[in-house]
């Protein structure tokens, strides 16, 4: 099983060796700053004490507060929180917005707690870590199995520890608490923009472009939805249990509507819930397909929107796609990345690619300390804004060194960061 951390500095090193970074600086940054492990004693509905490990990892504030999710997860390893604050602090660099990176986690099955349960661990995460943490020093955010009402419980347990209010301690906030307009649909969003620069870049015209997305939640359905409103022409879709193409072109609405009924995304075919297996054929013009046969389709971009590690050593060799727009984090393995780089396949990587949400949290951020809070059309304004100028500065690094996008991101990440260093040092 792949190591994340041993990947991130992997990924590390290959960039400082293609722009020659200071041994100094590419020391300080093989480990997070500070690393905190708490135990968290939290009393359960039966009146027994069960503990729980959390952790949060303080990768680098070079470029300001350190920014990222918390996990709830049974998965939650030292390993997995250091390489996310690694890859949040490039992802925060790579759009320049003045945030560094962090990440954390407890290991836990949210699932298994009633509501009380998972209040009273929340509010304990920020107990045993709440000096380390605020609006200047540490701001989190969701990540997996953790919502805006835990953002809150966190919120107010801080406000109460602190003993005044400090609204920009936490992003990813209800709006009536703080929470920016257009954060619901702002890493979609983000993907919309990269996929129009790439379309540009490529010389395409938008009407003859062909979009296959796998993940229909909530950043792969709203990228659907705008991106048919703008004309691209989608014609796959998939979530979970299988996916349908259409080489007429699928409205994400109808699809939706479908899926939210209870049916299978194949029945689109038929135009409403259906008995699939009966009604649906495996081949023709409109078929169901599954999510393996979704990424091996020959179109212009695919855009894995789910899980991580989907394209693989294993499957890379016949992915047909001309380009990939990874709207999900982690969705391509190195190996996988090597094969696609032989092949010729332009991947805009996630650190760009899903970086409109941790864009519009750092917006929220901004609005909190400012004491404003802007209007949907001004939030969508400045993201176009950070994302397009991203693109073309990771596209002008990937010509100036010939390499691909992914390496291109971080070696002008590290870049920004490396400079800020050496400022301070």
Known sequence: MNNPFQNAMTQLNNAAAIMHLDTNIHEILKQPERLITL?????????????????RSQFNNALGPYKGGIRYHWDVSVDEVKALSFWMMVKCATVNIPMGGGKGGVIVNPKELSEGELERLSRGYVRGLWRNIGSDKDVPAPDVYTTPQIMGWMRNEYEKLVGHADPGVITGKNIEDGGSEARGYSTAQGGVYMVR????????????????????????????????????????????????????????????????????????????????????????????????????????????????????????S??????????????????????????????????????????VSYFEWDQNVKGEHWTEQDVL?????????????VWETKEKYAIDMRTAAFVKAIERVADNMKEQM
């Open 39 to 55: 135990a968290i004693p939290v009393t359960m509905d039966d009146g027994r004490i069960k503990v729980f490990t959390g952790y």
């Open 197 to 316: 620069e790439l379309t540009r870049k490529m010389g395409w015209n938008v009407a003859g472009t062909t979009v296959a997305i796998q993940g229909f939640g909530n950043a792969g359905s709203f990228m659907a939805k705008i991106l048919h409103a703008e004309g691209y022409k989608i014609v796959a879709v998939s979530d979970s249990k299988g996916g349908v193409y259409s080489e007429d072109g699928i409205d994400p609405d109808k699809a939706e509507k479908i899926k939210n009924d209870g049916g299978m995304l194949g029945c689109y075919c038929v135009g409403t819930v259906c008995n699939i297996d009966e009604q649906v054929s495996d081949d023709g013009p409109c078929r169901k397909i599954t999510n393996e046969q979704l990424l091996e389709l020959p179109v212009d971009i695919l855009v894995p929107a789910a899980l991580e590690n989907v394209i693989t050593q294993d499957n890379a």
């Open 318 to 359: 016949r992915i047909q796609a001309k380009s990939i727009v990874e709207l999900a984090n982690g969705p391509t393995t190195p190996e996988a990345d090597e094969v696609l780089k032989e092949k010729g396949v332009t991947v805009v990587p996630d650190v760009l690619a899903n970086a409109g949400g941790v864009t």
């Open 381 to 393: 304004t400045k993201l176009e804004k950070i994302m397009v100028d991203a693109f073309n500065e």
